[in-house]
């Protein structure tokens, strides 16, 4: 057990034996336990020079040596869940000595990425996608007549989504053969762990259990209803003592829960059900931030970790100003506040309480507050069914992840017009957690649906007033606000009575005018004091200010528009739509995210990557400005 970050690289002579899974077979069993313990201790270093997802890898240490020990990856098809997860097969699969880039610009990803290696199977940032995935992939050997293993892993909450039943029932009716291995860290399903769970354990996954139930079943389908008979009562036997019976009725043969920090035991497991023909599930149960004491006391606070910086010599301390908040914050705070003088407020999360800032309201309002787990799905439609009873629900989602109920926002919520409120969490580029954790595109998605309202606050007063306006609206509205702190505004605590669809300008200057929709406003300021161009902070996305566009149409000879967000589709994109609906015809400077996926990275570097730094703006501006003086010169020389 661990106390502390190691701040010095370990020393790990058989970890270092490890370039790839081969030469785990090189090791002997008894020496895995000891591997294990290297595997772990590097863990903690790398993480700690970095910083990154912490708790869920070092849950799944023993497992990870254990599968690639029994398997032959990358033939046999390994697919992890979770992105998180993945740490320690990472470092199993030629990516050690690169482990002190994770998560970096230029270094390896901190989620599974086919790109980065053959052992990624397949790319996962959310969850509850590997039972699918490995379907297919199982289903594509066996109709190529290949006998390659495939075997899913599926933890850390991921159980709970709908999509993971969907793909269970499906397997069972293919009765593909594949594993299953359920990681249950009480993330998830409840633990049952007893001695009497493990030797029926034993028992199941046991060659000569397996043996005598299939000899068994070929006797008994011969008369007519023993074999429903002995299944039925197999069945009841192991429901007594594990949560097995759900997966036996799905069709699953079921196997657990067993100790998943047991690697020479986990081995035998895993060997022997690889065996067994047809779809089955290995519940393992694991402790996630293992062998890590604080870690494994607070799971949640551990989840992730901060790089370990070196202990700074104390000074004097400066006089203290504006302190900047999160924006998390800002809505958590907010949510608490409003609660508090509204009875009918709920505040629901899909598994992102803390994430969200929701821990203070779930913690004064819990008879108004619901974690639904990892169902985004089922987080929208119970959201419709709330606001159809009279309540005012408050949806706090990532917009990455309200990608997933694209449907159900559609039609159990925008098309029957119900009062439902989205504060959308990680609008644009979030930094180290790269692309599939980018709100890159909810400005377009919801930009198209009728009835819904969309705030793109820029600063941390906007977002708390935006939201106060979003909820006072009597329909669908969403408030989307990007991951970190803002540049330190002054919160005020009172309803200031935004108007929906109204913008506001900030500078008054010439020729350009700058329509701002988000927290770049700060560049567009600086940027237009230097050039004497104007700033609009649009403030709503959807509707537009078209009031004031055709405004600054009237007394402005350019337009730019910027957003932290696809341009495709994106806020600009509705600027030109009202210009062209209205006859009018400006050239209009769209400024956002390009048509492709941005890698992971600082904040900073990312936006400097998408030309959405102060400098990259100013000269972007600037080049196409000159273009089109050089255009209009041209056409007027032609006329001459």
Known sequence: MFDEIPLKRPHTPLLDQVDVPADLKKLEAKQLPELAEELREFLLYTVGQTGGHFGAGLGVVELTIALHYVLNTPEDKLVWDVGHQCYPHKILTGRREAMHSIRQWGGISGFLKRAESEYDTFGVGHSSTSISAALGMALANQMRDQQNKTVAVIGDGAMT??????????????????????????????????????????????????????????????????????????????????????????????????DGHDVNKLVHYLGNMLEIKGPKLLHVITTKGKGFAPAENDPVGYHALNKIEPKKKVSVAAPEKNVSIKYQDVFGNWLCDKASEDGHLIGITPAMCEGSGMAKFAERFPDHYHDVAIAEQHALTFAAGLACEGFKPVVAIYSTFLQRAYDQLIHDIALQNLDVTFAIDRAGLVGEDGPTHAGAFD??????????????????????????????????????????????????????????????????????????????????????????????????????????????????????????????????????????????????????????????????????????????????????????????????????
């Open 161 to 258: 989504a709908g999509m993971a039943f969907e793909a269970l029932n499906h397997a069972a009716h293919t009765e593909t053969d594949m594993l299953v291995v359920l990681n249950d860290n009480n993330m998830s399903i409840s633990k049952n762990v007893g001695g009497l769970a493990t030797y029926f354990s034993k028992i199941w996954a046991s060659k000569t259990y397996t043996a005598l139930r299939e000899g068994s079943k070929r006797v008994l389908q011969r008369v007519p209803h023993a074999w429903d008979l002995a299944r039925r009562t197999e069945e009841h036997m192991k429901g007594m003592v594990s949560p097995g019976t759900l997966f036996e009725e799905l069709g699953f043969y079921y196997v657990g829960p067993i």
């Open 443 to 640: 400005i377009s998605f919801l930009r198209c649906i009728p009835n819904m309202v969309l705030a793109t606050p820029s600063d941390e007063n906007e977002c708390r007033q935006t939201l106060f306006a979003a909820y006072n609206y009597q329909g669908p509205a969403a408030v989307r606000y990007p991951r970190g702190t803002g540049p330190g505004a002054t919160l005020l605590h009172s309803d200031q009575g935004f108007e929906i669809g109204k913008g506001r300008v900030l500078l008054a200057g010439k020729g350009v005018s700058i329509l701002n929709f988000g927290v770049l406003l700060d560049r567009a300021t600086t940027i237009a004091r230097k050039q004497n161009y104007s700033v609009c902070d649009m403030r709503w996305a959807k509707p537009l200010d078209e009031s004031l566009i055709l405004e600054q149409a009237a007394t402005h000879d350019y337009f730019v528009t910027l957003e932290e967000n696809a341009i495709a589709g994106g806020a600009g994109s509705g600027v030109v739509e009202v210009l062209a609906a209205h006859g009018v015809h400006k050239p209009v400077l769209q400024l956002g995210l390009a048509d492709k996926y941005y890698e992971h990275g600082k904040r900073e570097e990312l936006l400097q990557a998408a030309g959405l730094d102060e400098s990259s703006i100013e000269a972007a501006i600037q080049h196409w400005l000159k273009q089109h003086e050089l255009k209009k010169s041209k056409n007027i020389q032609g006329i001459q």
